[in-house]
């Protein structure tokens, strides 16, 4: 149980356009999800914490214009980078919070196996 | 600011060997910790983790921590390693001030294991 998945799980795009990335809560209802970025060799940093039906909160100095999230249903979060670019090149790693303490999980995060992004 | 410091960027360990990865912290009142495995490619999988109580938490894997208050400290440790021990180890904590729902990442420890 409390499996996350993410898709895809790799993706490479063209400079400018926009990469839809979904993450689902398969067995479970989640009300918070969080979206991390991972560069190489370095640690997750929380890009934003999404709550289902409200507005994502975005950390400082994360553009949330250019990522874009959208959290419609307690199962279901996605990010979109919009005009992406080189520099958005990263391990795009998704986790989601068990709501309702389910089975004394909760606080617990469970994670997404992660979507590589690439940019040419 | 909160913070996690793993100061060994990585470790090589004999397979059959004892590990020990270190974990140190700095935030201003009661921690929630945690340590994370991450494979290549792969999300991250919860250990263990460490909320109240005993100060020695077992986690899965044959992993176990111990939180140390006076030292900051929440080291990670395993009295035999297993070859499909290799990964990149995470320590976290998480934020009580806003339910425990964001975790700081430490930099990680890659632990690679000899034959």
């Known amino acids: 149980g409390a499996v996350v998945s993410q898709h895809p799980s790799w993706v490479i795009c063209k400079s400018g356009t926009s990469v839809k990335i979904e993450c689902r809560s398969l067995?479970?209802?989640?009300?918070?999800m969080f979206w991390y970025r991972q560069f190489p060799k370095q640690s997750l940093m929380l890009m934003a914490t999404?709550?289902?039906?409200?507005?994502?909160?975005?950390e400082q100095g994360v553009e949330k214009d250019k990522f874009l999230i959208n959290h419609a249903s307690l199962t279901l979060s996605t990010l979109t980078v919009t005009s992406a670019h080189p520099e958005d090149s990263s391990f795009y790693i998704c986790?989601?919070?068990?709501?309702?303490?389910?089975?004394?999980?909760?606080?617990?995060?469970?994670f997404g196996p992660g979507t590589r992004l690439t940019v040419l | 600011a909160q913070s996690v410091t793993q100061p060994d960027i990585h470790i090589t360990v004999s397979e059959g060997a004892s590990l020990e990865l270190r974990c140190n912290y700095s935030?201003?009142?009661?921690?929630?910790l945690f340590w994370y495995v991450q494979s290549p490619g792969q999300g991250l999988q919860l250990l263990l983790k460490?909320?109240?109580?005993?100060?020695l938490v077992q986690g899965i894997k044959g992993f176990e921590a111990e939180f140390k208050r006076s030292q900051s400290s929440f080291n990670l440790r395993k009295p035999s390693v297993h070859w499909s021990d290799a990964a990149e180890y995470f320590c976290?904590?998480?934020?009580?001030?806003?339910?425990?729902?964001?975790?700081?990442f430490g930099t990680g420890t890659r632990l690679l294991v000899s034959p």
């Open positions: 986790s989601a919070r068990v709501f309702g303490g389910r089975g004394g999980l909760d606080n617990e995060q469970f």
């Open positions: 067995d479970f209802q989640a009300t918070t």
């Open positions: 999404s709550n289902e039906g409200s507005k994502a909160t975005y």
């Open positions: 935030y201003g009142a009661t921690p929630y």
């Open positions: 460490y909320f109240s109580g005993d100060t």
């Open positions: 976290a904590v998480g934020l009580m001030n806003t339910g425990f729902q964001k975790l700081v």
